[in-house]
């Protein structure tokens, strides 16, 4: 198990940026493919971005690509996502999850592949 912990969520104006930060604790970072998901009030949780324990390749859910960029520091045991050009349909708690895998490049892009979760941190797009 790993323990992940979100945190860099807040309100922002329409077209502002925001970075989240997963810091992950309780096992080695680098043996986990990471994940950021969100859920808007009243719908289902829904992928956003992957990242492979080689950082390559990394995947994104069609209505973020090119706004959204998701990275990790391994050294640090932590994951981020860049959040640019903010949309109100951005509105949302996000959450960090892992999954351990053998693979170095597996990107999960579905709920099922993870194991571990955070909390989640609430971000909120003001249009």
């Known amino acids: 198990q790993v323990q992940l912990v979100e945190s860099g969520g807040g309100l922002v104006q329409t077209g502002g940026s925001l970075r989240l930060s997963c810091a992950a604790s309780g096992r080695t970072f680098g043996d986990f493919a990471m994940g950021w998901f969100r859920q808007a009030p009243g719908k289902e949780r829904e992928f956003v971005a992957g990242i492979s324990r080689s950082a390559r390749p990394s995947y994104y859910a069609d209505s973020v690509k090119g706004r959204f960029t998701i990275s990790r520091d391994n050294a640090k045991n932590t994951v981020y996502l860049q959040m640019n050009s903010l949309k109100h349909e951005d509105t949302a708690v996000y959450y960090c999850?892992?999954?351990?895998?053998?693979?170095?490049?597996?990107?999960?892009?579905?709920?099922?592949?993870?194991?571990?979760w955070g909390q989640g941190t609430q971000v909120t797009v003001s249009s």
């Open positions: 999850a892992a999954a351990p895998r053998i693979s170095t490049t597996v990107v999960g892009t579905t709920t099922q592949f993870y194991d571990n």
